[in-house]
């Protein structure tokens, strides 16, 4: 059952999304569009932000997850809105993106955006739901439900919210050649083989978006069980070791990356309440009791 936790401000009002938290340190975000595939609005890109700005300074919650209402993880941009917007005559202007980018999460990178966000991909990702999806830091995968992939060269359009050069290191160029340029969907097995999936999950996702439902779900089991791993160690080291990682994704080397880590991390972490905690545990051979932490 999602429990909920005493917060030091009140989580943002949100209308495209619901939050629950299925334990006191881990946020489960659901996007809650069914009858539009979860595909994100310039209003839902703004909610989106909001949610993940508070979860960063938010200090009792540790791990965020994402995942879908109904069929879809997310299909994408609100295409209806798109095409409104680039009508001839049209009034309407689409609001810019974040500079977190697509939902807030396909450009979340750097020192300002500290914890993992899991994907909890239950159905259809394509377009700007796999934009989020990989470069969150994990992803769980319905194994029946779950289908990726880049449609947009079917649109006339192009992915350029992140996926792309992301794809590329993650896969390598042919395979990123393959998903970009003939926008076929991939299934969740493909995607695990190709290094982009964590974890397959078998059992069908339900289709009923109540919150306990979505609670219930096996790919969201699943990854609350990664999150509370997370969740289970240092606050700061997770934070610092993820940083450490982002080095080496926005294409640090190796030498520059650890030297950029020390030097921006090293006393931070030294000078912190559960650097001297996690050691005198050890030491005293006793269970470890983490604080908030400060970074």
């Not at 949100?14 to 340190?25: A, K, R, Y």
């Not at 994408?76 to 001839?88: I, P, Q």
């Amino acid at each position: 059952m999602a429990q909920s936790p005493q917060f030091s401000t009140p989580p943002p009002k949100t209308q495209t999304t619901v939050l629950s938290f299925p334990t006191p340190h881990i946020l489960l975000i659901t996007l809650n569009r069914p009858k539009a595939l979860n595909c994100i609005s310039s209003a839902g890109h703004r909610e989106l932000d909001q949610i993940y700005t508070w979860f960063d300074n938010e200090p009792t919650l540790r791990a965020g997850i994402i995942t879908g209402a109904g069929r879809a993880f997310c299909a994408g941009a609100d295409l209806k809105e798109w095409n409104n917007a680039t009508s001839a005559g049209s009034s309407d202007k689409r609001q810019p993106m974040p500079r977190t980018g697509f939902g807030a999460l396909s450009q979340r990178n750097g020192p300002a955006y500290k914890k993992p966000i899991i994907a909890a991909v239950n159905g259809l990702c394509f377009g700007g739901g796999f934009e989020m999806a990989i470069n969150a830091d994990l992803i769980v995968a319905d194994a029946q439900n779950a289908q990726f992939g880049l449609p947009e060269v079917k649109r006339g359009v192009v992915a350029i919210a992140g996926a792309l050069p992301r794809l590329v290191r993650t896969i390598g160029r042919q395979r990123a050649m393959e998903m970009a340029l003939t926008g076929r969907t991939v299934s969740a097995s493909e995607m695990r083989e190709w290094g982009v999936v964590n974890r397959v999950v078998a059992g069908a996702s339900s289709g009923d978006g109540s919150a306990e439902a979505v609670l219930q779900r096996p790919v969201v089991q699943e990854a609350i069980a990664l999150a509370e791993l997370i969740a289970a160690n240092s606050p700061d080291a997770v934070i610092i070791s993820k940083q450490g990682i982002e080095n080496g994704w926005t294409g640090l080397g190796v030498r520059e990356g650890s030297e950029k880590l020390q030097q921006d991390w090293g006393d931070k972490l030294a000078a912190g309440d559960n650097y001297r905690e996690g050691l005198m545990a050890f030491a005293e051979k006793r269970p470890v009791k983490w604080v908030p932490s400060k970074l």
